[in-house]
């Protein structure tokens, strides 16, 4: 059974830190790269950032370059995103996305909230 099980989110200050975390089964992310995305309440889902399937390469999204690091440990099937500086802006749903290069969609968590609040 194929499964990606986000984990870490929760209520944290503005300017504090959060580290998410997916772990995969059923699979191995090692031939997929992987994403995290986030969609905020009445906003599309949009992708934070991504890591190519070797992790050595990033993209990021403009919002949060500088602030957030994605990483995978292949060895453990699982990925990270560490999420620093974190903002009111920053409150969404956090979902974790395999997909095999030059494919869509592939496989997706089932969501972590994260809410960035005083």
């Known amino acids: 059974q194929v499964q990606l099980v986000e984990s870490g989110g929760g209520l944290v200050q503005p300017g504090g830190s959060l580290g998410l975390s997916c772990a995969a089964s059923?699979?191995?992310?090692?031939?997929?790269?992987m994403r995290w995305y986030r969609q905020a309440p009445g906003k599309e889902r949009e992708l934070v950032a991504l890591?190519?399937?070797?992790?050595?390469?990033?993209n990021y999204a403009d919002s949060v370059k500088g602030r957030f690091t994605i990483s995978r440990d292949n060895a453990k099937n699982t990925v990270y995103l560490q999420m620093n500086s974190l903002k009111p802006v920053d409150t969404a749903v956090y979902y974790c996305?395999?997909?095999?290069?030059?494919?869509?969609?592939?496989?997706w968590g089932q969501g972590t909230q994260v809410t960035v609040s005083s």
């Open positions: 059923g699979f191995t992310i090692s031939t997929y790269v």
């Open positions: 890591i190519s399937r070797a992790g050595d390469t990033t």
């Open positions: 996305n395999a997909v095999r290069p030059g494919y869509v969609g592939g496989y």
